[in-house]
């Protein structure tokens, strides 16, 4: 059994006030530019360029550079893509669903989980685009009145991936920047930057702090978390049935809907302790971002996995007892078959090494529990590998197999993604609070003291 979550310490450190905590979130912003940082985001655009000289290359030479062929016809595009999208998950969850649940622990983590869920999806949403083959009119998929007379096949999931996704990228934006506002009018007032206060004072749009300030920022924060909330189940489900209305064998299962959205907040929380261990150590906020939050995202870890390990035990289940000889088959190949090794390391990432989190010891364990994590990132990929590849390498017939690998391209783009995904966070880090400044405020002594005596 593990202890109780009071030995792990308090949400926030002790010994700080109102003033202490303001001063040190809003220095890692108002400061001077650490080295580190300079370094970090130096390759991360590095990374970024690949991604643009591969892109550039795709609209000369077409989609042909990448490894895609008959019959797999999806590959890392759509293999990221749905990686991309999960990883985006764990954001909302923190934020919308934990703060209508009221848990505070929320508080420490919820802005940098929001950032990481739009820049997520911002990597997602290019795949899909840079698959049409003609990237240019990407608009034609939106239902607008046009002299053609064309109009969108809403029978096609991917139509569904357009609405799904772009509802999902607008609401988690507003989310975000809703609950920034009272943060940069901190910003504002604390920036010694004539060209900063200006910025921050207008994105602050005007905030003052009034008891009518407050009560708006609080209606419409609450809002746009019940808007959320849904969208958490709704986008992955919506992901999930590319796959789910196929009859190809291992596609074709009512399992995907609540088994993408369990594989998606796993590996959101697993990219948000990727994350946030390094910086937490590298910027000094262990005050702010303690055990007991590291211990809490490790269970919610835990308990996602075990419905993801379920999954894969029902796919097993469901191919040997449905009787269906092509789906006992699909379980076969990936058992045995050309890509074995793939499916053993996704087992051994995704089940194995995370049942480690049922210790206490394990997820106190910073280097070990980040092992954890970047294992789970590792062990979504070969998922997502797997569903798609392995699923249609082999089809009905033996005439429609073949293999599929990637291209240098292929490698090359998502690597640049990671690099987008990367220059983005640096950037965010660099000029907004990544931790939410009024919100740990509201976590000290002093506060639940003025707030029991107004």
């Known amino acids: 059994m593990s202890a109780p979550a009071r030995d792990l310490g308090p949400i926030i450190g002790p010994g700080h006030t109102f003033e202490t905590v303001t001063d040190k979130i809003a220095a890692v912003v108002l400061s001077e530019t650490r080295k580190g940082w300079m370094l970090g985001f130096g390759i991360s655009f590095v990374l970024l360029t690949i991604f643009l000289q591969c892109v550039a290359v795709l609209f000369v030479r077409g989609i042909g550079i990448w490894g895609i062929n008959i019959p797999v016809g999806w590959g890392f595009d759509i293999i990221n893509f749905v990686w991309w999208i999960g990883i985006g998950h764990a954001g909302t969850l923190i934020s919308a669903i934990l703060l209508l649940f009221r848990q505070t622990w929320r508080t420490s983590i919820n802005r940098f989980a929001e950032a990481m869920t739009l820049f997520a999806v911002?990597?997602?949403?290019?795949?899909?685009?840079?698959?049409?083959?003609?990237?240019?009119?990407?608009?034609?998929?939106?239902?607008?009145?046009?002299?053609?007379?064309?109009?969108?096949?809403?029978?096609?999931?991917?139509?569904?991936?357009?609405?799904?996704?772009?509802?999902?990228?607008?609401?988690?934006?507003?989310?975000?920047?809703?609950?920034?506002?009272?943060?940069?009018?901190?910003?504002?007032?604390?920036?010694?930057?004539?060209?900063?206060?200006?910025?921050?004072?207008?994105?602050?749009?005007?905030?003052?702090?009034?008891?009518?300030?407050?009560?708006?920022?609080?209606?419409?924060?609450?809002?746009?978390?019940?808007?959320?909330?849904?969208?958490?189940?709704?986008?992955?489900?919506?992901?999930?049935?590319?796959?789910?209305?196929?009859?190809?064998?291992?596609?074709?299962?009512?399992?995907?809907?609540?088994?993408?959205?369990?594989?998606?907040?796993?590996?959101?929380?697993?990219?948000?302790?990727?994350?946030?261990?390094?910086?937490?150590?590298?910027?000094?906020?262990?005050?702010?971002?303690?055990?007991?939050?590291?211990?809490?995202m490790a269970r919610v870890m835990l308990a996602t996995g075990l419905v993801v390990a379920y999954g894969y035990m029902m796919e097993i289940f469901m191919a040997w007892y449905s009787g269906n000889p092509y789906e006992s088959f699909m379980v076969k190949n990936r058992l045995t078959g050309p890509y074995k090794t793939l499916y053993a390391a996704l087992i051994l990432t995704n089940v194995i090494i995370p049942q480690l989190l049922w210790f206490q010891r394990v997820r106190t364990n910073i280097p070990l529990l980040f092992a954890v994590a970047m294992s789970i990132n590792v062990g979504m990929w070969l998922e997502r590998y797997v569903i798609i590849v392995v699923s249609l390498h082999r089809d009905f017939l033996p005439s429609s197999w073949g293999m599929y690998a990637g291209t240098i391209f292929d490698y090359g783009t998502f690597i640049g993604t990671i690099g987008l995904f990367l220059t983005l966070l640096f950037l965010f880090i660099r000029l907004l609070p990544m931790i939410s400044i009024f919100e740990m405020r509201t976590l000290l002594p002093e506060a639940k003291v003025k707030e029991k005596h107004a």
Do not use: Q
């Not at 809907?257 to 150590?281: D, E, H, K, N």
């Not at 910027?283 to 303690?290: A, M, N, S, V």
């Open 122 to 296: 911002a990597c997602a949403g290019l795949y899909p685009i840079l698959h049409l083959g003609r990237p240019w009119l990407f608009y034609w998929l939106l239902p607008y009145p046009n002299a053609m007379g064309m109009w969108p096949n809403f029978r096609s999931p991917l139509m569904w991936d357009v609405f799904a996704v772009s509802t999902y990228a607008t609401v988690s934006a507003l989310f975000w920047f809703v609950g920034l506002i009272p943060d940069l009018a901190t910003l504002r007032d604390r920036s010694t930057s004539k060209v900063g206060r200006i910025i921050y004072g207008i994105l602050a749009m005007g905030w003052r702090g009034s008891a009518r300030h407050w009560n708006r920022y609080e209606t419409a924060y609450l809002l746009l978390a019940g808007l959320s909330t849904p969208l958490v189940v709704s986008v992955h489900s919506v992901v999930s049935f590319d796959f789910a209305v196929g009859i190809i064998p291992g596609w074709h299962a009512t399992i995907f809907p609540p088994y993408f959205v369990a594989g998606a907040i796993y590996a959101g929380f697993a990219m948000v302790l990727t994350l946030t261990i390094p910086l937490r150590r590298y910027y000094g906020l262990e005050d702010f971002i303690t055990m007991r939050h590291i211990n809490y």
